[in-house]
């Protein structure tokens, strides 16, 4: 088959022992690959109800048919699990080099169950897998992990590790790898510990297959059709990176801060892009053959932190270390950063459960003691010791590891009320009380608190409004769809919306045409990403999650923004229910929320 390598490897870490399935045409064709392949495999394989920890729960890695091609942010990859921190279906992508390698191996998915009784590495060539000892590895940072194995089996291995939190079983945990170009995180839903529970240190890749294109001609004019746009539409990516969000997302009065007591933050200039950019930017990065380099490398050049040399902070790590927390030391953001890339935990997670800690003090739910030293708003020192202890479960830090809702939970029969999370999954920096379409997003999102699953790009545009529940339900479906397209072909978000569009739209079409040879309409296409979603759904519905679920943070349905543009924004429980009475309608499930059968069967599934 054009665009795949047609196999999926499946390989028990208990036992050692690996088998190879085929890909099949229909598969291909009905799931594309990526997100789409991981939760078909997700839902076979792991049986209904299991602890994330248990070795029957699966780790996938999967590429899909634009990965190793020509398109723009083609090296992205998927890994997906049930998540040990919401406990439902979750699915992270992530880039630099390692996906593309992967890809070369000529496996489209890599399927880890089992558990091993000693540390190990898993070596994945176009051969097939093999377990090498890791004893010597653990306990060591991502960083580290990477360099001794490619010392060892040589640079042109690609290696995804994880760090102490991940063998510590942080709910948080996060995997990374590491390339001189650019490194890369699947950061969100704790995927990394589910590999430390099953004592897998890291999993490295080497081959040499090509991807075949069914129409290179038919590939080359889009992309030559879409050059402009796309360099055009990432120009303040390619300078700034994500932080050129802070300004005018802070601006529109969204952005949280204070543990969202507040939607705008004084201070939030000292941590823009462009104040950032002014005094660290030491150089560009970027995944491979990616002409946006949206990656940057700071350097810290003076104050207590002078001489760091670290990956800058994401717009999404500096609210969660920045404004939630009411810290606007600039450099602490980027070694709040570094701590979590090399200890490897989410930045999200982590800065939210910490906002959520501060306001648990203030309100005397949490003592001094019981945190080990004292913490308030602004206290970036104390911010990187619990980060270090939360990596290690050291004292508190092993409270805070289970994240922001089973922290609440142990504290007062009040607390989760202001626990930014949707599912137990601690949200993003895009405001689900001054979006109304991520209102709607959040609350039917397969992950929970996630802005990957519906998008607030589309949400920030001129014109757009963002204030009025109408349509936004519609809005969700189409941008859902979107989602689980793009992360099944799988093509970086930001190139994909600045090049090829918002939506499931003609330029997607072309491409799988190009690639796969697959002649699929838009709406055959918009048809893979229902599709996606429902088994998401399916997945998720099999662990018991109904209409209750799909809730939003209490604060955001009962507390309106107190002030500044967005002031008076909230979404109360009357307009989430209207909401999602039209989105269960638009999606043929029932009131519950629950996939009606007649739907399931129009799809195919
Ligand atoms: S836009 Fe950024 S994250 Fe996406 S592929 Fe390019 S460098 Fe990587």
Not at 229 to 239: C, F, I, R, V, Y
Not at 570 to 582: A, F, T, Y
Request: hydrophobic share 40%.
């Amino acid at each position: 088959m054009r665009g795949y390598g047609g196999r999926i490897l499946h390989v028990d870490v208990t036992s050692g022992v690996s088998r190879v399935e085929p890909v099949t045409e229909a598969m291909a064709q009905s799931l594309l690959g990526g997100n789409g392949f991981a939760v078909r495999l997700l839902l076979d394989v792991v049986p209904a109800g299991v602890d994330a920890y248990d070795p029957a729960n699966a780790v996938v890695f999967a590429v899909g048919p634009i990965t190793d091609t020509t398109v723009p942010g083609n090296s992205r990859a998927c890994v997906a699990s049930k998540s040990p921190l919401t406990g439902l279906f979750f699915d992270s992508t992530f880039g630099g080099r390692f996906p593309a390698t992967m890809k070369r191996t000529g496996f489209d998915a890599i399927v880890i169950t089992g558990c091993s009784s000693q540390p190990v590495y898993l070596r994945i060539t176009e051969d097939g897998a093999e377990l090498r000892p890791a004893r010597s590895l653990w306990g060591q940072t991502i960083r580290e992990t990477v360099q001794a194995i490619q010392s060892t089996e040589g640079t042109d291995v690609d290696v995804m590790a994880i760090g102490p939190a991940g063998e510590h079983l942080v709910r948080f945990a996060a995997m990374g790898t590491y390339w001189k170009n650019r490194e890369g995180f699947a950061g969100r839903g704790g995927i990394a510990a589910v590999l430390g529970s099953k004592r897998v240190k890291a999993v490295t890749v080497a081959g040499s297959r090509k991807t075949q294109l069914a129409d290179a001609a038919l590939l080359k004019a889009l992309l030559d059709e879409r050059r402009e746009p796309l360099m055009t539409g990432t120009k303040a990516l390619s300078t700034y990176g994500t932080p050129f969000l802070v300004k005018p997302i802070n601006t529109l009065g969204a952005l949280g801060s204070y543990n969202l007591r507040q939607e705008t933050f004084a201070d939030a200039l000292a941590i823009s892009g462009e104040e950032m950019r002014a005094h660290y930017h030491s150089r560009d990065t970027t995944c491979l053959k990616c002409p946006v380099a949206c990656g940057k490398q700071y350097e810290i050049r003076d104050g207590e932190l002078e001489g760091l040399q670290a990956k800058m902070p994401e717009y999404e790590t500096i609210f969660a270390f920045g404004s939630m927390l009411g810290n606007a030391h600039a450099g602490s953001l980027t070694r709040a950063n570094d701590l979590c890339d090399l200890l490897g935990m989410d930045t999200i997670t982590m800065g939210v459960t910490l906002a959520f800690a501060c306001e648990a003090l203030e309100r005397g739910w949490l003592s001094e003691q019981d945190v080990g030293m004292p913490f308030a708003w602004g206290d970036w020192k104390g911010m990187l010791r619990l980060i270090e202890m939360t990596a290690r479960r050291e004292g508190f830090g092993n409270r805070l590891a289970d994240g922001a809702w089973r922290l609440a939970e142990s504290l007062h029969p009040e607390a989760t009320r202001v626990v930014y999370a949707v599912k137990r999954l601690e949200m993003p920096a895009h405001s689900a009380r001054a979006l109304k379409g991520m209102s709607i997003g959040y609350a039917t999102a397969s992950r929970g608190g996630s802005h990957h699953d519906t998008r607030p790009t589309p949400q920030y545009a001129q014109g757009y409004d963002r204030k009025s529940p109408d349509g936004k339900p519609e809005f969700a479906v189409r941008s859902q769809h979107f989602t689980a397209v793009d992360d099944s072909l799988v093509v970086c978000r930001f190139t994909s919306e600045r090049g090829f569009g918002l939506y499931v739209e003609e330029p997607y079409a072309r491409m799988v045409r190009a690639v796969s040879g697959f002649d699929m309409s838009v709406e055959e296409l918009e048809q893979v990403g229902e599709r996606v979603i429902n088994l998401e759904r399916l997945f998720n519905v099999r662990e018991g999650v109904r209409r209750k679920d799909d809730v939003l943070p209490w604060r955001v349905m009962h507390e309106p923004i107190p002030e500044g543009p967005s002031a008076g924004m909230h979404c109360p429980p009357e307009e989430l229910s209207m909401m999602l009475d039209r989105y269960y309608a638009l999606r043929g499930w029932d009131g519950d929320g629950v996939p009606r059968a007649d739907r399931l069967r129009h799809l195919g599934l």
